[in-house]
C-alpha cells in the first residue's frame, strides 16, 4: 500500500484499492478506532499541480463533504483539501453504488426504485434546502445501504450563494446546464429524473452515439412518456418523473411533490422523511434556489471535460460497464 502521511498521521491505514476516478485513488481502510472507511487520495498528478482543475474539484468535494450532514447525503469523517497530502475518509459502502445495480432493459421492482429514489430526492432536499446544488446526480454517485440510498461525490457541488461553475454528466445534464448556465435546484430535479427513468424503466431517457446528439436530445426533444415504458409506475409518478425532465426549469415539479409520490410508490421501503438530518443544529427550510447562480467561480474542469467547455465529471462516450 503508498504511504499516505496526512491519513497516516490521522491514523488511517489503507488495506486495498477499490478504485480510482478523475480525480482520487479510493481504499477500502481503517480509521484510528478500527471502523472501515472509504480513504480517497488525490491523485498524484493533481497534487503535483499537474492537473490544477482535479485539485480543484478535490479540495470541493473535501470541503462540501465534511460539511453536509444527512441520512442521504455520504458521510465524511475526516480530510485534508489541499496539498500533497490532501485526502477525505467517507463512510465506506460494501455493497457499492446504484450502477452496479442496474442492468440495461431491467427495471428494479417498483418499490425498490422508488425508495432509491426517495433517499437521493431527501438527498437533494437537505442540500437544497442549506442552498447548495449538487450538479452530478448519476447512478455511480449513488450508494447503496440495504434499504438506505446516499447520495455521494460533491466535486462538483457548489454553495449557490458563494457561486461556481455550471457541469454535470452529459446523460442526466439539464438543457441549461447545456446552454452553459448554473446549476439550480431545478437542474438537479431534472438528473434526478433522468435517474427515475433509469432505475425504474430500465433505459435512460434520452440516447446519442456522440456528444452533440445527446445535446440535441436533452434541448430538443421530448421525453418518451415514463406510464407507456414503465407501464407499473404509478401514473402520477411516472407523470411527475417525466416533467422533471421538461425544458423549462420552472415546468419541473419541486421535490416536495416528488417525495411525496415516491414515498408512496416506495410503501414502507422508503427508509426516512425527507428532513431527515444527521447532526444537530442542521435545519431543513425547503427553500427552492432561485434560477441563476451568482458570479462563476475561478475556472474548474475535471480531466474528462468534454470540448463544450463545460464542467463535466463524466465522459459518457468512453468504455465502461453499466448501462449506456
Ligand atoms: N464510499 C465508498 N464506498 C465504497 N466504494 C467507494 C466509495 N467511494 C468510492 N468508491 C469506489 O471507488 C471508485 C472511484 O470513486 P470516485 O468517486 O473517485 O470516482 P467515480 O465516481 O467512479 O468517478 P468520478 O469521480 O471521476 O466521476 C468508485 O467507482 C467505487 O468503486
Redesign the pocket.
Known sequence: MPEIPAAAAAGVQPVRL?????????Y?AYDQGGRQV?L?VLLPAAARQDNPGAAEMFANEVRMTLQLRHTHL?RGYSGQAYGEGAYLT?????E??L??QLTAGAPLPLERGAGILHGVAAGLHYMHGQGAVHQ?VKT??V?LDGNRAVL??F?ASYMIAQGGRAGG?PFYMAPEIYRGEGGTAASDVYSLGVLGYEVLAGQRPFRAESYEDLMGEHLLTAAPALSHIAPQVPRSLARLLQRALAKAPADRPGLDELLEALAEAAGNQSPAPAGTATEKGVTESGVRLGRHAAAPAPECR?A?EPASGLFS??NPFRKKGGPS
Open positions: 477499490l478504485g480510482s476516478g478523475s480525480t482520487a485513488h479510493v477500502l472509504a480517497k455520504v467517507l463512510e465506506y459502502f460494501p457499492g453504488s450502477d452496479g452530478d455511480q454517485n450508494y455521494a461525490d466535486g454528466s475535471a474528462d465529471r463524466w
